[in-house]
């Protein structure tokens, strides 16, 4: 019945609506692009939509989860999910792209940083940040204490899903800090809203690229600079005994896709393949959006006009 | 009592000496433990992929309910969001635009003033309105159509479920542990299955949400019609009425009352899930809150939340006036179709007229954006200011809770051994309900230790359980209260509809602001949301009261206390129990969302289960606190028959 309707419903369509003069594409099916909550994501991929539709595909977005969103692209109720961090979605996306169902597409040329951060003002309590030797000092993780977490300091880090190593890198580098996981990311920025507004100490995960590092005043923690072997093995770094001993790495933000886009849409397949933006772009574009109230199709309109050269090239 | 007294002494000295003889009741042995999480993966893996009828498989035969459910999902869809359309994506073309918002304002106007008067339709346009003026129209119009499809499934098979239960006892009794399992199991733990089973988007949602919202109305069903009055039943008997007329018009009418709490219950619950259900593809209000809040503009959170409140109590308070309106009415109709249905011609008029206006006049499709009004910042200022000056004051509130009585009792059941638990959990159920309640009850507590999930499900009952004592104790006075005095039970009831349907991401973001994360900003979001069916309940059991039994309470002289104590309390007493019952379950129902602000409770372990796509681990965490919320249920309903036997209240 519905399968008759929608019938009915094109062949109306092609007898009233004038079509609008159109590249050849291979498929007129839309191709399902997954929205998720944040705003560098939904920036990210209404550009690829807005791209894919300059040449002449069909294109639709759909609000999806961003872990649950595979099973739908295992089984090619979605077609393309534009933003999949190396650092929270690496598990979902290995299991997918294990059953063969979604392709990785290759990175975004955005690089996902996550570290602990501190704003500008606790530099008065601790001077010696953003080197991490500041923290061994008591009297400086003292300063980031809570009742629950006295006399130790308190790191309040993401979600336990999004793994990190922070209980690991506390222990290994023997500072005075306890970690307590957020839940999600929205909590851990409404602390640090909190704290900000007070004045008040906090140590905290923050990523990037995300509007917090540019709405508020602040730095990333430096710790030894990660390396492969600081993870695995024990003996890499200053505490001999332990690994983690050092900061985390940052990674690729990836796109994947059904596997089926390839041979339904081999030209939208190739210019999603192209397509790369950078983490500075990027973190203005956000900051547009979130701090300055701008919406997300004006941005994307605007970046479309100033960036003609780079997109025409992905649909070659 | 001198069986209590052996076995709290034993789980005494279990406790407090045991663990050097006998660390195995402390930390379970490997050889005890039940592999059941590669078990319900492999289970649902089959079921998904191989499990075959012959004809089609079984994903065949859901993807084909998923396309039954849609077509009217998509015709509600285009009546109030998209109109109809041609093409699918980008190149679709708009042959005809949705009902405008005038349109859709009156008719909901008209079927105020049709089901219930002038001022039933200065409400329900009031909500409307809220909707337009404050720019929530479109993600309204999306919830809606798919709430206007998930909560008649979940009213009707809940009724027809619940008409079973009643009809035959082995349904009834099949029934129970698979409502107890559809309300408790997180709806995060299954929702990977259902994706896979319905497809990616608004299906999914609408079958999530029916799941979740169906349960209240089969409980009640079954309990309203068991206290219809002997009564009423030998009159159907006596007049000779077919079983069917018996159900349809003696005994669902006169269970009305109580039936229309369920309908109720079935909006609100359905309303509480489209955050979870925009999660999966529905889109509407539950993304822009989520959407805002991630970006912390609690200002735009709060506006999408009171929408959905808007919606909730339109529909609600329209659905109720309908239902008395049936009861009420069957006067003789005037000739003449159009005369008689006067509303329904108008509605119908109206559509095609603001319709072809809304074509010529734009601001008449769609309500114009330059008369939208915003709170704006007002929100994020007000959490602001308490947060600067009173943030100290609060954290000391927060500490003195959390060193004296939260973080106490947390150790204190993480210290408690698993098997002398167990055991005592069964002395309970024995001493309440013999060897079959025994059975019933320590099953599920040793299933818990089986799988390993022991001291995850310590926290969630230390949580759960301060949780639902707070909301008991804040709940029945309200309820007492609000029972007897029409306009405030009026308040009361807006009230509780408010905080069951305000999204709790709306009010737990500024929770985490003032309070940090951790337990206790969990433990308000929990008892912000359990607290109304504890408030509800027991004013709808003090309500329900037979007035002649006050009337003869005052003439032998009653105080108002004594009959509030000795007569109305007792009377309402199952009524107030199932509103504690479905108070533990409301509070379970939360643990996913207290995850979100950092608990290390069953629900957490759903939520890392979901992030990394595991079925089984998270089916498995799902049945624990489903196997918590059964055992909470069956002694306390065991506890509340014995006590109302002693009461003589049961023969």
Redesign the interface.
């Known amino acids: 019945?519905?399968r008759v309707l929608?019938a009915a419903?094109?062949a109306?369509?092609l007898a009233?609506?004038p079509w609008q003069a159109q590249a050849e594409v291979e498929s007129?099916?839309?191709?399902?692009l997954t929205l998720h909550?944040?705003?560098g994501q939904l920036i990210t991929t209404q550009i690829m939509?807005e791209v894919l539709?300059r040449a002449g595909y069909?294109?639709?977005y759909?609000?999806?989860?961003y872990?649950?969103?595979?099973?739908?692209l295992k089984?090619g109720?979605?077609d393309v999910a534009m933003e999949i961090w190396e650092t929270t979605g690496r598990?979902?996306m290995d299991?997918?792209t294990a059953t063969g169902q979604v392709e990785n597409l290759g990175e975004t040329g955005m690089q996902a940083i996550e570290e602990w951060w501190y704003p500008a003002y606790m530099k008065e309590v601790c001077p010696g940040l953003p080197n991490w030797e500041a923290l061994l000092d008591e009297d400086c993780a003292g300063a980031f204490s809570?009742?629950?977490t006295a006399p130790l300091g308190r790191y309040?880090g993401g979600?336990?899903?999004w793994g990190g190593y922070d209980d690991e890198r506390a222990m290994a580098l023997e500072l005075p800090i306890e970690v307590?996981?957020?839940?999600?990311?929205?909590?851990?920025?409404?602390?640090l809203?909190?704290a900000y507004?007070?004045k008040?100490p906090i140590l905290l995960w923050v990523y990037a690229p995300h509007?917090a590092p540019v709405k508020y005043e602040g730095e990333w923690v430096e710790f030894p600079a990660y390396e492969a072997a600081c993870y695995r093995d024990p003996e890499w770094g200053i505490n001999p005994d332990a690994a983690y001993d050092c900061g985390k790495p940052r990674g690729p933000i990836w796109k994947v896709a059904y596997a089926g886009v390839k041979g339904k849409w081999p030209g939208a397949y190739e210019a999603i393949k192209a397509f790369t933006v950078g983490n500075d772009e990027m973190g203005a574009m956000v900051a547009e959006v979130?701090l300055n109230g701008r919406t997300v199709e004006e941005v994307v309109a605007g970046w479309m006009a100033d960036n003609e050269d780079r997109w025409s090239g992905w649909i070659e | 009592m001198l069986s209590w007294l052996i076995g709290l002494g034993l789980f005494a000295l279990l406790w407090l000496f045991g663990k050097p003889v006998a660390g195995w009741a402390f930390k379970i042995p490997h050889g005890l433990r039940l592999p059941l999480k590669n078990w319900i993966g492999g289970g649902m893996k089959w079921l998904v992929e191989e499990a075959y009828f012959g004809l089609f498989t079984v994903t065949d035969l859901t993807r084909f309910l998923a396309?039954v459910i849609?077509?009217p999902y998509?015709i509600a869809l285009s009546l109030l969001s998209t109109g109809?359309?041609?093409?699918?994506?980008?190149?679709?073309?708009q042959?005809l635009p949705p009902l405008s918002w005038i349109a859709a304002i009156g008719i909901v106007v008209l079927m105020g003033r049709y089901a219930g008067g002038w001022r039933l339709a200065a409400l329900v346009g009031g909500c409307f309105g809220f909707l337009a003026v404050f720019g929530q129209w479109d993600n309204a119009m999306i919830t809606l159509a798919s709430i206007v499809i998930a909560a008649p499934l979940g009213i009707v098979g809940g009724l027809l479920l619940g008409l079973g239960g009643h009809r035959w006892s082995w349904f009834a009794a099949l029934l129970k542990p698979v409502l107890d399992l559809m309300q408790t199991v997180p709806i995060f733990a299954y929702?990977?299955p259902i994706?896979?089973l319905f497809?990616?988007?608004p299906t999914s949602a609408v079958v999530a949400t029916v799941v979740y919202a169906l349960p209240p109305m089969t409980r009640i069903t079954m309990l309203a019609l068991k206290t219809v009055p002997d009564e009423v039943r030998d009159l159907g008997r006596m007049v000779g009425c077919t079983p069917r007329q018996m159900t349809w018009r003696v005994m669902v009418p006169s269970a009305m009352p109580g039936l229309m709490v369920g309908v109720n219950q079935v909006i609100m619950l359905s309303l509480n899930m489209v955050i979870v259900a925009?999660?999966?593809?529905?889109?509407g209000l539950g993304?822009e809150v989520?959407?805002a809040?991630?970006?912390?503009d609690i200002g735009t959170g709060v506006e999408a939340g009171l929408a959905i409140v808007a919606l909730a109590v339109a529909l609600d308070r329209l659905s109720q006036a309908f239902a008395r309106r049936i009861r009420s009415h069957a006067e003789d109709l005037p000739q003449g179709l159009v005369r008689r249905h006067p509303y329904t011609a108008a509605a119908l008029a109206l559509v095609p007229v603001t319709g072809l206006a809304g074509l010529a006049i734009s601001l008449l499709q769609s309500y114009p954006e330059s008369l939208q009004i915003t709170t704006g910042s007002v929100w994020s200022d007000l959490v602001?200011y308490i947060?600067?000056n009173f943030?100290d004051q609060l954290?000391a509130f927060k500490?003195l809770l959390?060193?004296n009585l939260l973080?106490p009792f947390k150790r204190f059941l993480l210290s408690l051994p698993w098997a002398g638990v167990v055991i005592l959990i069964g002395l309970a159920g024995w001493r309440l309900g013999g060897w079959k309640l025994a059975l019933q009850t320590a099953l599920p507590a040793y299933l818990i230790a089986a799988v390993g999930l022991w001291s995850k499900a310590m926290i969630t009952v230390y949580l759960c359980g301060i949780s639902v004592a707070i909301a008991c104790l804040i709940g029945f006075p309200i309820g007492i209260l609000a029972a007897e005095r029409d306009r405030l039970w009026k308040g009361v009831q807006l009230a509780i509809d408010t905080l069951q349907t305000l999204p709790s991401?709306v009010y737990?973001?500024?929770a985490?602001?003032?309070f940090?994360?951790?337990d206790f900003t969990a433990m308000i979001a929990v008892v912000a949301y359990a607290v109304a069916p504890a408030i509800r309940y027991t004013a709808l059991g003090l309500q329900q009261v037979d007035p002649q039994l006050i009337e003869a309470g005052k003439a032998a002289g009653c105080t108002r206390w004594q009959l509030l104590t000795k007569i109305k309390l007792k009377l309402a007493l199952p009524e107030i129990l199932l509103g504690i019952n479905q108070t533990i379950m409301l509070a379970l129902s939360m643990l996913v969302i207290?995850?979100?602000?950092?608990?290390?409770d069953l629900g957490?372990e759903v939520?890392?289960a979901?992030?990394?796509?595991d079925t089984g681990r998270g089916l498995v965490a799902g049945l624990c606190v489903a196997c918590i919320a059964i055992v909470a249920d069956r002694l306390i309903g065991a506890g509340a028959g014995r006590l109302r036997r002693r009461l003589g209240l049961e023969r």
């Open positions: 019945m519905h929608q419903a094109l109306a369509a009233f609506a007129n099916d839309p191709i399902k909550d944040w705003t939509g539709k069909n294109v639709d759909v609000q999806a989860d872990i649950a969103q595979f099973t739908g089984n109720d979605l598990d979902a299991e997918a809570t009742a629950e309040l979600p336990v899903t307590v996981h957020a839940g999600t990311d929205a909590a851990l920025f409404a602390e809203e909190s507004q007070r008040a509007w979130d | 396309e849609d077509f998509r109809l359309l041609s093409g699918q994506g980008s190149q679709a073309v042959l929702l990977v994706l896979v497809g990616f988007g925009s999660m999966i593809g529905a889109g993304y989520l959407a809040l991630r970006r912390l602001r947060n600067v943030f954290e500490n959390l060193l973080i991401f737990l973001m500024p985490v602001m003032l940090r994360v951790g207290t995850a979100l602000v950092g608990t290390r957490q939520y890392i979901l992030t990394k796509a």
